[in-house]
């Protein structure tokens, strides 16, 4: 557990940031204002940026949610593969598939059977690495499938996990964050926080890290779009396309990813210090559509590259 001197370190450093005057020009979701949601956003920090299942080669998650988490409804799902690649159905290439999402529904039974398209089986063809879902109030279960271009499973797929749909969003009152509750109160605003729509038609972001954040080195970086599918360079897929990550320090060239390969995720190992992120989502072409941009701190090392410690549940 992080102590609370670090904690401190962290909270100035953040805001220090932002009194140098750096401007979100692009878009990208800053930190919250209010002093307990950043608290509370910034202790969750080192889960959604450590590298995880490492040893597992072709890991889905989701990218925003959790086993036991309560939401309202309609809430954000977003999709997360590493080590493999992401491409529109109907468009076959190694290491490349499509995700799906099983609602209150087991794995298909078939192993070489396409999955069934129904209200059970979501199926994510273009190429998205999230959706908006409605679900009515009450226990759901939930699980990431991902398969080929034919929708034949790889049977590369996420833990199934069990969420609460509390209510509708216009309904039901948003979480608040309550210092002499912080705990729990903390836990319900984060799930919300997580799960709340993109408000937006097209745009191209970060997942798991807000402009502002202070981070350990290294480090996973989740990408997610909106309004496009993805895929690698050089498909003949029409509103698809591939991340480029550029990071630079103090305007100097750092360094560049470009996930050609359709992949959604990567690792950056950088020393301590700020850091400019440059987002763009390019199509198959090589033509540039979208761009953000974030700023991180990076304030320590990991050991041995993992955090010393054990994930919650």
């Not at 700023?295 to 050991?303: D, G, M, N, T």
Request: hydrophobic share 35%.
């Amino acid at each position: 557990m992080m102590s609370m001197t670090l904690h401190r370190k962290w909270l100035f450093r953040c805001a220090g940031l932002w009194l140098i005057g750096f401007s979100l020009s692009v878009g990208a979701k800053p930190l919250p204002d209010d002093p307990l949601q950043r608290q509370c956003w910034l202790q969750h920090t080192a889960e959604r940026t450590e590298l995880g299942r490492m040893l597992d080669p072709t890991p889905v998650t989701f990218s925003n949610l959790g086993n036991g988490y309560t939401v309202r409804s309609p809430f954000w799902v977003e999709f997360g593969i590493r080590g493999m690649g992401v491409m529109p159905a109907g468009n076959k290439m190694d290491k490349t598939g499509h995700h799906h999402l099983l609602i209150d529904t087991p794995l298909p039974p078939g192993v070489f059977d396409p999955i069934p398209f129904s209200d059970t089986y979501r199926h994510f063809g273009k190429g998205q690495t999230g959706t908006v879902l409605d679900l009515p109030a009450g226990q759901h279960t939930l699980r990431l499938l991902f398969a080929d271009h034919a929708h034949r499973p790889y049977f590369v797929f996420s833990p199934e996990i069990k969420i609460t749909v509390v209510g509708k969003r216009a309904e039901a009152p948003a979480p608040q964050i309550n210092s002499e509750q912080f705990d729990a109160t903390c836990r319900a605003w984060y799930q919300d926080e997580l799960t709340t729509p993109i408000s937006t038609g097209k745009a191209v972001y970060v997942k798991n890290i807000r402009s502002g954040e202070p981070v350990d080195s290294p480090l996973l970086v989740k990408f997610g779009v909106v309004g496009f599918g993805v895929a690698p360079a050089g498909s003949p897929v029409n509103d698809a396309g591939y991340f480029v990550l550029k990071v630079t320090k103090k305007k100097v060239p750092v360094s560049s990813v470009s996930l050609k390969n359709g992949a959604t995720e990567t690792i950056l190992d950088l020393p301590p210090g700020d850091y400019d992120f440059e987002v763009e989502f390019v199509g198959t072409e090589g033509k540039r559509l979208l761009q953000d941009e974030l700023r991180i701190a990076v304030v320590r090392k990991r050991e041995n590259g993992f955090e010393n410690r054990t994930r919650p549940q």
